[in-house]
């Protein structure tokens, strides 16, 4: 395995059982993503990146095949071991924002602090984002008071907020307008850029996928460029 | 864990509860009422046994001697003594009055006594009269405060007892024998037992030789039941009866059962309108444990403020049967089983949560992420 790989894939397939027929969502994908890099996976509408993307995040096993995130290989993983993965390696920002409603902004951020084990309050680092993320003065709010470009920018707070290896990305700017999806992605690309942060969005926009660094097209699960 | 996170925990979980309001109150008033069955049932077995014993010690009587055959705690309904008893009890030592009684039932737990008022008067000290007096003739009745409040009742008002009309003569302090009380031979007449009597109240030289005298006479009189006033006080308990006893306990596991169903109800439809929720906790790390000990908080909640408003619904019951019933039922302040009920209501919620709080916990992330 190359060190500097933060992400390590080899013959990954899943296969879902829809009643009694086998779903071949993924046929053999092999990826590699280096440390610090940014990544757009791209590709229709079953081409199998959700599920590669659900995978990577410790949300559903694999079936077969190797898969590496920071040092740590999937393929054996009890459920705790992805609750744990999930915990400290892995951030999520999805397209749906999937903020808790009845918290606050801030305390949507402070519960994953808690979660994951850290102490509560936000370091000088951390204020620097929520600053760069243009949330500073919203975090009282709750998130219906909030537009979905500020829900989109505490989710990736939140996603951040433990300092993971990876963040996962799944159509970030699906629900937003193109003035917020321009602003989400320069901000990913700032975190990127700045902060060294290891980013892997998912996303069938080619527009999106122009902010990262690399390309990987996806179709019938697998993987078809690189 | 420190205090921010705790309050940040009970603050996620106040926050789902105020964030169904009706659901949340409906559970809450279930659970309340659950809690209000179970004191008020409690409550009132332990009131009308006490205001028996009562009124038991009110009769100025050390010794109680019941028909043969009969129970300490039967109802006496029937009137198989001779009244040359007391004749005979009096000529007992130590014994200085004795006087018999003959008890009707009427509808539910209604009775009337029939008493002569000489002898109760010097056993007794005699009844206080709030307004009238003792009954001057045949069919005149005398009944205590709150019956008369209940059917309300002054003297001159005619009152229909066994198919006659008596004319209430006087209303009396309650805790005294009976609440409604005639002349004794007018009701032995009246029901076919001329010269019979319920039972004979028997007053000692000294109270405390009763229980001597109660040995002697259970050697002079086999076959009697004959007890200290004392121990007959003592044993009018919900303990004592077991039909009473066991009714409570069925009350108590109905009302489980009424907590269990709706919090299971309100939790599982929580869980399914959550289910997003939920997910988002299981994507950011959240532990079983973690949404588990949620889901039990507000559960726990529930309960505790069920469990207040249950207790204030009880006074609510206890004034309604003060005011609209009081000669029925007398409702005791139960404050030993308000611990009781609330463990009872805590049990039967956290039971009811359990189902639920598994179904949260074992669903699958990402199924729980796509619900719509």
Redesign the interface.
């Given at each position: 395995m190359n060190d500097g790989a933060m992400i390590r894939v080899e013959g990954l397939t899943k296969t879902y059982q829809v009643g009694d027929v086998d779903v071949h969502a993924l046929r053999g994908v092999d990826l590699e993503v280096g440390r610090g890099e940014f990544i757009a996976i791209v590709g229709s509408s079953g081409s199998g990146k959700s599920t590669l993307f659900n995978i990577l995040g410790g949300l559903t096993p694999p079936t077969e095949g190797e898969v590496h995130i920071d040092g740590k290989n999937l393929a054996h993983m009890t459920n705790a071991g992805r609750t744990e993965l999930r915990k400290k390696t892995v951030g999520f920002v999805f397209q749906k924002y999937n903020l808790l409603p009845t918290l606050t902004a801030e305390d949507n951020i402070r519960i994953v602090k808690y979660i994951g084990g850290r102490d509560m309050a936000f370091d000088a680092d951390f204020e620097e984002v929520l600053r760069l993320l243009g949330i500073s003065d919203r975090l009282k709010h709750k998130p219906r008071a909030l537009s979905g470009g500020q829900q989109q920018r505490v989710a990736i707070a939140r996603a951040i907020v433990n300092g993971p290896a990876i963040l996962l990305a799944d159509e970030p700017t699906g629900n937003l307008d193109s003035q917020n999806s321009a602003a989400v992605l320069e901000l990913m690309r700032d975190l990127n850029r700045r902060r060294g942060q290891t980013i892997l969005m998912i996303t069938h926009d080619m527009e999106a996928a122009g902010y990262a660094d690399r390309r990987v097209m996806m179709k019938d699960g697998r993987v078809v460029s690189v | 864990m420190?205090g921010?996170?705790e309050r940040?925990?009970n603050?996620?979980v106040v926050?789902?509860l105020?964030?169904r309001p009706v659901r949340t109150l409906l559970s809450v008033l279930a659970i309340a009422i659950e809690v209000t069955m179970i004191l008020t049932l409690v409550g009132v077995s332990n009131g009308t046994l006490h205001e028996s014993a009562r009124r038991a010690r009110g009769t100025g009587a050390d010794i109680l001697v019941r028909p043969k055959g009969s129970s300490a705690i039967s109802s006496s309904s029937s009137a198989p003594m001779s009244d040359k008893l007391p004749e005979f009890l009096m000529t007992q030592p130590h014994v200085v009055l004795a006087t018999g009684t003959i008890v009707q039932p009427l509808e539910l737990f209604d009775t009337i006594t029939g008493l002569d008022f000489d002898e109760f008067g010097r056993m007794s000290g005699g009844f206080r009269f709030l307004a009238g007096g003792l009954p001057q003739q045949d069919l005149d009745v005398i009944v205590d405060e709150p019956y008369a409040r209940e059917k309300h009742l002054g003297v001159g008002s005619v009152l229909t007892l066994m198919t006659h009309d008596w004319r209430v003569a006087g209303i009396y302090e309650g805790g005294k024998l009976a609440r409604v009380c005639v002349r004794r031979d007018v009701l032995q007449r009246l029901t076919e037992n001329p010269h019979r009597l319920s039972q004979v109240y028997v007053k000692v030289d000294d109270p405390k030789r009763a229980q001597e005298v109660v040995d002697a006479l259970r050697v002079q009189m086999p076959g009697y039941p004959i007890y200290t006033l004392e121990y007959y006080t003592s044993i009018l308990s919900v303990n004592s009866l077991g039909l009473l006893r066991n009714f409570t306990y069925v009350v108590i596991g109905i009302a489980m059962i009424v907590g269990f169903i709706v919090v299971f109800m309100a939790m599982y439809t929580a869980v399914l309108e959550r289910t997003?929720?939920i997910?988002?906790?299981?994507?950011?790390?959240?532990?079983?444990g973690?949404i588990l000990g949620i889901l039990l908080r507000e559960t726990l909640l529930l309960a505790v403020l069920g469990t207040v408003l249950g207790i204030g619904l009880t006074y609510g019951t206890q004034w309604l049967m003060l005011h609209v019933v009081p000669n029925s039922l007398t409702q005791e302040t139960m404050y030993g089983w308000w611990p009781i009920a609330g463990a009872i209501a805590v049990v039967g919620t956290v039971l009811g949560a359990v189902v639920p709080g598994i179904k949260a916990v074992r669903q699958?992330?990402?199924e729980a992420?796509s619900y719509e």
């Open positions: - | 420190s921010y996170t940040l925990i603050k996620l926050a789902n105020a964030h997003r929720e997910g988002i906790l299981k994507a950011v790390g959240g532990s079983s973690l699958d992330a990402t992420l």
